[in-house]
């Protein structure tokens, strides 16, 4: 079983919709959490952290971390065209030297 | 703002020979990790350097070893290269410490033929 589970994919909502992805891990040792988004081809660009239990907003985007139930999640508002990627969740551990990843959630939002 | 750089962008090589990749991380990040991602792949954690010394390791061939310089910048060396082992190689930096976030260079496309 895999350190990162997240929910598969793909993922399609219509534009102005809401994209809702999820998250769960098993190491209870874990501390930061975060989003990465790639598109096809592409390196991972960070779009969210997390390091505490509940919500945090940035834009369009928020995280909500429950750390009681591993698990991490990602709301997109007002989903665009543009945000038509694949979404991994990464997680570390305190005092760790890697992050681990989600197989990835391929979202695809519909014109 | 400065951001993670690896050489070369592409590179072509054939089975059995030998490839660098470099790593030129966000200047004053101490921390290098290397990740390897095959088509349709999450990324594979290979091995990561703290201060210029190896911290962790993944699932790093025996054939590739790597290392991180004076200056942070870092190099993974792949030997008796593999069919196998074409695919995207990202290096990522970061500050060492409890919240602290990694980025990703743009990435080699590694091709063995």
């Known amino acids: 079983q895999k350190e990162v589970e997240q929910n598969s994919g793909p993922l399609s909502v219509p534009e102005g919709a809401i994209a809702s992805l999820n998250c769960t891990y098993s190491d209870r040792v874990s501390q930061s959490f975060f989003w990465y988004r790639q598109y096809s081809g592409k390196s991972p660009e960070l779009i969210m952290s997390?390091?505490?239990?509940g919500d945090k907003e940035d834009g369009r985007f928020t995280a909500q971390l429950n750390k009681a139930s591993q698990y991490v999640s990602l709301l997109i508002r007002d989903s665009q065209p543009s945000d038509s990627a694949t979404y991994l969740c990464a997680v570390r551990a305190a005092n760790d030297y890697k992050l681990s990843f989600g197989a990835g959630t391929t979202v695809t939002v519909r014109a | 703002a400065a951001g993670v750089i690896q050489s070369p962008r592409h590179l072509i090589k054939e089975k059995r020979e030998t490839a660098t990749l470099k790593c030129y991380p966000i200047?004053?990040?101490?921390?290098v990790y290397w990740y390897q991602q095959g088509p349709g792949q999450d990324p594979q954690f290979l091995i990561s350097f703290y201060e210029k010394m190896q911290s962790d390791k993944g699932s790093i061939p025996d054939r590739f070893s790597a290392q991180q310089f004076s200056d942070y910048h870092s190099e993974l060396n792949m030997s008796s290269l593999e069919l196998g082992d074409s695919a995207l190689y990202f290096c990522?930096?970061?500050?060492?410490?409890?919240?602290?976030?990694?980025?990703f260079g743009q990435g080699t496309r590694l091709t063995v033929v």
């Open positions: 997390i390091y505490s239990n």
């Open positions: 200047p004053r990040h101490d921390t």
């Open positions: 990522a930096s970061s500050w060492t410490g409890a919240n602290t976030e990694a980025f």
